[in-house]
């Protein structure tokens, strides 16, 4: 019989909350560890070793002692999973990167002889490949089951490429754009069950870009509502990797 894969959890700079979600699958959590070795997972157990298969990293870089740690955890693990928003595109930690980092630094910690070891905020995909990427803030309890599943029955894990608003038409939703709220549905990537747009919430992109995303219909859509991409990432935008990166690219189209 094959050993167990032995499974690590790792956080960096985050709010802890997509390992909770690994946590809070009680009526499988039993049965899925069951099939696995945890070896490491701050939130769960004391066990602290350094031989793994799997590693899941929750949070983003931000110190260049993480960048080693980072690096370290990538030579001994066989499979990376790049776990939450923090860790897949930077997340809400990606606000620090939109003003130079001394400016961030004084308004942070006002004026002080030394300050705090910090560097821009980097995905963990910025700074080292993985095989994996579970998107979400937090990630999605049904996707996250449906990946370990595949850890470890060593099946292909494929994620959703098709836009949030396919689950919020699926659920009946009246869409957001009706009622005068503009939102992210229509290029951000689908797996979370349209979770806000189904409680009257716009979607703010916390899955980032779909691989294909339409932006020509996006910017149509902001432009009806008298919003460009700069003024939805300065007033409405928490997740603005995905918005960014689609302003950027409509930009060298050339769009209006
Ligand atoms: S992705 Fe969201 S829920 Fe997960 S660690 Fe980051 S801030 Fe917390
Ligand atoms: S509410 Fe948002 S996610 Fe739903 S259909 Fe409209 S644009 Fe798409
Ligand atoms: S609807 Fe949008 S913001 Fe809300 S969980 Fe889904 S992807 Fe994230």
């Not at 620090?96 to 910090?118: A, H, S």
């Not at 939102?183 to 779909?210: E, F, H, K, M, Q």
């Not at 432009?223 to 928490?238: C, K, M």
Request: aromatic share 8%; with cysteine; proline share 5%.
């Amino acid at each position: 019989m094959n050993p167990k894969p032995r499974v690590a959890f790792f956080d960096f700079t985050c709010c802890e909350g997509c390992q909770l979600v690994f946590l809070s699958q009680e009526d499988v959590l039993l049965d899925l560890v069951s099939h696995v070795d945890i070896v490491n997972f701050r939130e769960a157990t004391s066990r602290r070793e350094d031989g793994y298969d799997i590693a899941f990293i929750e949070g983003s870089i931000t110190t260049d002692e993480d960048v080693e740690r980072v690096r370290h955890i990538r030579a001994r693990a066989k499979t990376l999973i790049a776990f939450g928003a923090c860790s897949t595109t930077g997340g809400v930690n990606k606000l620090k990167n939109r003003k130079p980092l001394d400016e961030q630094l004084r308004t942070v910690c006002g004026q002080m002889e030394k300050y705090p070891n910090t560097i821009p905020v980097m995905a963990v995909p910025e700074v080292v490949p993985c095989e994996y990427l579970l998107h979400g803030c937090p990630v999605d309890g049904s996707e996250l089951r449906r990946l370990f599943l595949c850890l470890v029955t060593g099946k292909e894990f494929r994620q959703s490429n098709v836009p949030v608003c396919f689950d919020c038409r699926l659920k009946e939703n009246v869409c957001l754009y009706h009622k005068q709220i503009p939102c992210l549905g229509p290029i951000t990537r689908a797996g979370c069950g349209a979770i806000c747009p189904s409680y009257g919430v716009r979607c703010d992109g916390c899955r980032g870009l779909i691989d294909q995303p339409n932006l020509n219909a996006e910017h149509s859509l902001l432009r009806e509502f008298g919003l460009t991409w700069e003024r939805l990432v300065d007033q409405y935008i928490v997740f603005q990797e995905g918005v960014v990166l689609a302003g950027d690219r409509l930009a060298e189209r050339g769009a209006d």
